[in-house]
């Protein structure tokens, strides 16, 4: 059964680069972007997105072009994406964290003759440039050039910000590849999605019903990405103004709320609970019943509550969507809707979206399986992973894309995230969402980010795993948690172990690497439920 009934209505096809023209054009003296206190209106980023783009045609860039930038959150990050995509070429923005094989990796694989680097990172660049051998040039931005090293030109990024009275053509398609976007691969080299055109046009008008001119929006992520320009996208469509910051940071939060008079934030779920846990702070106070939206994903309830009772928000904010790199944002809360506590939403009228068996076999409401989805309009999700074909296909099995999350629906249609298929635990005959407990610890007034991963078990299966970081000044015991969990837990969820850590390991936008907790597993310091003695019922 098609889960597509509540109708909403459809975006027509576009492109960011005319989308973001024409707002040049409707809004040019709109105040659009704020980097740290540096301005521009509509009409300003698009003169600038010009200058770039007839520097970089002038490099060869054209269409079919690969593009990488090895940016911080910067102005820069977002002008060269739209000049590269305006002149047919596709934007490679890697994570600039990526050093080795993580960044020879990519740069070799998108085949690119140009990156444009921060100077910072530049040796990074010229480090593996042997293993890359169709690079022929960095762009250092911010900077003099440096040395050239014999076999690649490298020059400042200024030198190609070009003035020129020439019209300036915009007439990409909707199916044309806007970007690759590297997924962070655990198992293997990372894979490029192929973003084409239309889909990030597409997300972006999707939350434009969220968006007033007047309000500003504000948000720490950076440019590699999707969740930066999916905020900056939005505004565009409205002609509002947006505020990014270099990086996440607890202590920068509400000045920046106050200094920009933010009223939205786009974050991601980590970010949400450690600002929901922070001491309150004079700006914090000031700022109260300032923020009317958050759009965060994932966003815990525990979380969600202290936004609302602690910033003055009417409700709690509510996740209310699923989606992934390869889709965006594939359900939603209907206007008007009362979601229930935990749901994902209800699937747009774009997608076909199902619960699946190991088998493809569709499950019936309430029981829990892999979540699958196929398009029922053009260009609205993914092309494929670039020059995977096997990854591709097999991702698309059966016609149905399967990107490894496990759901259910209830009998009224919303769906729920359960899990990761590879963080799903089994102990002792029972499958254990981690996600779930995860959420049940997040309720403890103690603990401020928590992880539930799996431990090999010597009875085969798993044994479940808690690692925790703990409030300041907390000195709860691990035995203590797990005593208060055994009333909020079924027997078999219950932690075998729990560990105290000062910080949980994440990638550098703030997603917990659980992979790397798994292979850790127990440590000197992970205290062991049974070797306390404490003894659970079975009930």
Not at 277 to 302: A, H, S, Y
């Amino acid at each position: 059964m098609s889960r597509v009934e509540h109708g909403w209505k459809a975006a027509t096809q576009g492109s960011p680069v005319t989308m973001l023209a024409d707002a040049a054009d409707l809004y040019a003296d709109n105040l659009f972007l704020d980097f740290q206190g540096r301005r521009f209106t509509y009409g300003q980023f698009w003169t600038e997105v010009s200058r770039l783009a007839r520097g970089l045609s002038e490099l060869g860039v054209g269409p079919g072009s690969t593009v990488v930038t090895l940016l911080d959150s910067s102005p820069d990050a977002v002008i060269s994406w739209f000049a590269t995509a305006s002149l047919g070429g596709i934007h490679v923005p890697l994570n600039t964290a990526y050093k080795g094989e993580f960044l020879r990796h990519p740069l070799a694989e998108s085949s690119t003759r140009l990156v444009i680097a921060e100077r910072d990172y530049v040796d990074r660049v010229l480090k593996v440039a042997d293993g890359v051998p169709t690079l022929e040039r960095i762009l250092c931005r911010d900077a003099a050039p440096v040395t050239n090293d014999g076999r690649l030109s490298i020059e400042s990024l200024d030198t190609y910000r070009l003035d020129d009275s020439r019209p300036f053509v915009r007439t990409p398609k909707p199916g044309d590849i806007y970007c690759l976007i590297y997924t962070g691969g655990t198992t293997g080299p990372s894979k490029a999605c192929i973003i084409p055109h239309n889909y990030l046009y597409h997300a972006a008008q999707r939350q434009a019903p969220s968006r007033g001119r007047s309000e500003m929006a504000w948000s720490p992520m950076p440019f590699f990405h999707l969740i930066a320009p999916m905020a900056f996208l939005a505004a565009a469509t409205v002609g509002a103004p947006i505020s990014f910051y270099p990086r996440f940071s607890v202590s920068r939060f509400w000045p920046e709320i106050e200094r920009t008079g933010a009223t939205q934030v786009w974050l991601l779920g980590t970010m949400a609970s450690l600002i929901a846990n922070m001491e309150d702070t004079p700006e914090m106070l000031r700022c109260k019943g300032q923020i009317k939206r958050v759009f965060c994903v994932p966003f815990p309830k525990p979380a969600a509550v202290k936004w609302a009772e602690r910033f003055g928000m009417a409700e709690p904010p509510t996740a209310g969507l699923w989606g992934m790199t390869e889709a965006r944002a594939v359900t939603a809360n209907p206007p008007g809707s009362n979601p229930p506590a935990n749901s994902s939403g209800k699937p747009y009228d774009d997608y076909d979206v199902r619960i699946f068996d190991d088998d493809d076999n569709e499950l019936p409401a309430g029981e829990v399986g892999e979540i699958v989805i196929r398009p029922l309009k053009p260009y609205i999700m993914f092309s494929g992973y670039w020059n995977r074909p096997e990854a591709t296909a097999a991702a698309y099995r059966n016609l149905w894309f399967h990107g490894g999350d496990l759901g259910k629906f209830d009998v009224d249609g919303w769906l729920y995230f359960v899990d990761r298929k590879n963080d799903y635990l089994r102990r002792r005959g029972e499958n254990i969402s981690s996600e779930e407990v995860q959420i049940t610890f997040l309720g403890h007034p103690d603990i401020v980010e928590v992880a539930v991963h799996a431990v090999s078990s010597e009875l085969g299966e798993d044994d479940v795993k808690v690692t925790a970081v703990l409030r300041p000044g907390s000195s709860i015991s691990e035995e203590e948690i797990c005593r208060w969990s055994l009333d909020r837990l079924p027997y078999f969820a219950v932690p075998r172990y729990i560990e105290f850590r000062s910080e949980l390991p994440k990638t550098l936008f703030g997603k917990v690497l659980k992979h790397v907790l798994r292979d850790e597993g127990c440590t000197p310091t992970t205290w062991d439920r049974e070797k306390s003695g404490l003894v659970i019922e079975k009930r």
